[in-house]
C-alpha cells in the first residue's frame, strides 16, 4: 500500500515493486519480543546492584544472545522457576544491600531495585522482603527495619522468617549467656532453664559452623556492646505472632529472654 500511495504521488515509471525481502527485515525490525525485553531489563538491574557479575551468566543462560545484533527481536528464555543462581545472586545483593544501609528506618523503596529484578527473574516480592529483614536482623538493625517489617506483616513469608529468624535469636542469647558466665553472674544463670539453655546453644553452634566469615550473625554493635536484649525480645514476640501454632521453641526462647530481661534490670544492665 504505500508503495502504490508513493507511485501515485511521484507518478513514477516504470512502476515500483514491493521487495518481499525488504518488507521482512523491516517487519522484524518493528517487532520487540516481550520476554527479550524482560530479559535485558533483569541484565541491567542486576549490573546496577552488584560489582561481581560473575554468577550473572548462569542467572540467563541465553546471556550471550542478549548482547547479539537482533536480541530484541529474538525470543530469550529465563529460567521458570528461578534457578539457585539467580537466588544466590538476589541473596548477596540484598546482604549488600543490608550492610550499606544507615539512617533511623528504611522503607519499600530501599529494596526497589532488588524488587525489580526479583519481577524480572520471577521471584516474589514476598521472598526478596522476607529474605531483606532476616539479613537486617542479622546485623543488628532491629531498630531500623522495625517500620518496614510492621507495615509488611502481610507480605513477610512466615516459614521463612521463623526458620531464619529462630536461629538469629539463638545466636544472641547463646552471646548473653557467655557474657553472664565471663562475668560470674551464676545466680542469673540459675535462674534460666538448663534444657533451653543447653538447646539455645545447640542451635546458636550449629548455626555459626554453617556459615562463613562474611555471613555471621552480629551479636555486638560498633561499641562492643551486646545486641540490646530488648531488641531481641521484640523479635522473639514478632515470630510468636506470625506462627499459626504455639511454638514451643519460641515460646521457651520468650520465657527464657524475659527472664534476663528482669535479671539484666536488677544487677545495673550487666549486659
Known amino acids: 500500500e504505500i508503495f502504490e500511495e508513493k507511485e501515485a504521488e511521484l507518478g513514477a515509471w516504470p512502476p515500483l515493486q514491493k521487495d518481499h525481502i525488504i518488507d521482512h527485515l523491516l517487519a522484524r525490525s518493528m517487532v520487540l519480543d516481550d520476554a527479550s525485553l524482560e530479559a535485558h531489563r533483569g541484565i541491567i538491574c542486576a549490573m546496577q546492584l552488584s ?28 529460567p521458570s522457576p528461578p534457578n539457585e543462581y539467580q ?38 516480592k514476598s521472598k526478596i ?10 546485623l543488628g538493625k532491629d531498630e531500623v527495619v522495625e517500620e518496614l517489617a510492621n507495615s509488611s506483616t502481610r507480605l513477610i ?3 521463612p522468617f521463623l526458620d531464619g529468624g529462630v536461629p538469629i535469636v539463638c545466636v544472641r542469647l547463646n552471646a548473653a ?5 565471663k562475668a560470674r553472674y551464676r545466680s542469673v544463670l540459675a535462674m534460666l532453664d ?5 538447646w539455645v546453644k545447640e542451635q546458636a553452634d ?32 514478632r515470630i510468636k505472632r506470625m ?21 539484666v534490670d536488677k544487677t545495673d544492665n550487666l549486659l
Open 129 to 138: 522482603l522476607t529474605q531483606f529483614l532476616l539479613f537486617m536482623y542479622e
Open 51 to 78: 560489582n561481581d557479575l560473575s554468577l550473572l551468566p548462569f542467572c540467563v543462560p541465553s546471556f550471550e544472545e542478549c548482547f547479539l545484533r537482533n536480541s530484541f527481536s529474538q525470543h530469550i528464555m529465563v
Open 194 to 198: 538448663a534444657d533451653t539453655c543447653a
Open 177 to 181: 549467656i557467655i557474657a553472664l558466665k
Open 206 to 237: 550449629l548455626t555459626e559452623n554453617e556459615r562463613d566469615d562474611s555471613e555471621r550473625i552480629i551479636t555486638r554493635d560498633e561499641d562492643g556492646k551486646l545486641i540490646s536484649l530488648l531488641n531481641t525480645h521484640a523479635l522473639i514476640l
Open 157 to 159: 513469608e512466615i516459614d
Open 87 to 124: 537466588d544466590s545472586f538476589i541473596d548477596e545483593a540484598l546482604r549488600l544491600k543490608a550492610f550499606q544501609i544507615s539512617g533511623l528506618n528504611v522503607s519499600h523503596s530501599s529494596i526497589e531495585d532488588l524488587v525489580s529484578l526479583g519481577r524480572s527473574w520471577g521471584i516474589d
Open 243 to 263: 506462627s499459626s501454632v504455639n511454638r514451643i521453641d519460641a515460646y521457651a526462647l520468650s520465657v527464657m529472654c524475659e527472664t534476663l530481661l528482669k535479671a
